[in-house]
């Protein structure tokens, strides 16, 4: 699955250290045949597991699943995002969450540096979408909502409204209290590269963290929109059009936080 704009990008010297695949057509198969056969491939289960939008275990009780023919590539080819996006180039950090495709990525300077899978929130508690900026974090800690969940590597993003991200189970479509869900290897990778706020005193932001945008809307009574790939394989590109439509309400915020940060860093160093 890849535009024309990607296929551009492989161009670059980043692009050109990854494993592009031959094709970008899908198919259906059974989930427990499939896991069968590749069950010592951590790399193509990895692949698998993010198309659907899932983890091992829910992965493993499905009936059917979607799987590229071929899936010797990198992830970043599975996943909708474009490879570089020109326009956020200035941008040092954000990360970007899609709610109707169900997965994110990091750019940085506008290259796209991770992307995975994601289960936002369910249609009776959805995602706020907007932009949004890292605060604080914790390796783990409670739930708001109910005190016997416990969240793994958990950074929020809305600190009065208790939204964030973190590890949970991932059943394969939207399904959290507002929350993100993500494997776990994925919240662990977040936790360690976005940028928690610097407060001033207890009640004062003196930088906020890194930017977040949460965009689009999920249509939860139609199919999971990743099975479209079968006939479709472009079907849920995100072109670096859209990209820009999407971060330049943001971006005049983004700059200017970012300059915030750098002056206070700048501050420190010359101490």
Not at 156 to 180: E, R, T, V
Request: glycine share 4%; charged share 25%.
């Amino acid at each position: 699955m890849m535009s024309c704009k990607q296929q551009k990008v492989n161009d670059s010297a980043v692009s050109r250290e990854r494993n592009k695949p031959k094709t970008y057509t899908y198919h259906i198969e059974s989930a427990k045949q499939w896991l069968a056969n590749n069950a010592t491939d951590d790399a193509k289960q990895q692949i698998a597991f993010a198309v659907n939008r899932t983890d091992s275990a829910h992965f493993a009780k499905m009936d059917s699943v979607i799987i590229p023919d071929d899936i010797s590539g990198d992830l970043v080819f599975y996943l909708p995002f474009p490879l570089s996006v020109d326009y956020i180039k200035e941008v040092e950090k954000v990360i970007l969450f899609s709610y109707p495709a169900q997965v994110f990525a990091t750019y940085e300077k506008g290259q796209l540096t991770y992307t995975g899978a994601t289960n936002m929130g369910r249609k009776k508690d959805p995602t706020s979408t907007g932009l949004f900026f890292t605060n604080w974090k914790a390796e783990k800690t409670i739930s708001t909502v109910n005190d016997e969940w416990e969240l793994l590597w958990n950074f929020n993003i809305a600190n009065k409204d208790g939204i964030g991200w973190h590890q949970y189970a991932m059943p394969g479509y939207p399904a959290s209290h507002s929350c993100l869900r993500l494997q776990e290897k994925d919240a662990k990778h977040l936790y360690n590269w976005a940028d928690e706020w610097i407060l001033a005193s207890k009640d004062s932001v003196q930088v906020k963290g890194t930017p977040v945008i949460v965009f689009g809307s999920y249509n939860f009574d139609a199919p999971k929109p990743w099975l479209q790939l079968v006939a479709n394989p472009k079907a849920l590109d995100i072109s670096e059009v859209e990209m820009k439509q999407q971060v330049a309400p943001y971006l005049d915020e983004i700059m200017k936080e970012q300059v915030n940060r750098n002056a206070l860093k700048q501050q420190t160093v010359s101490k």
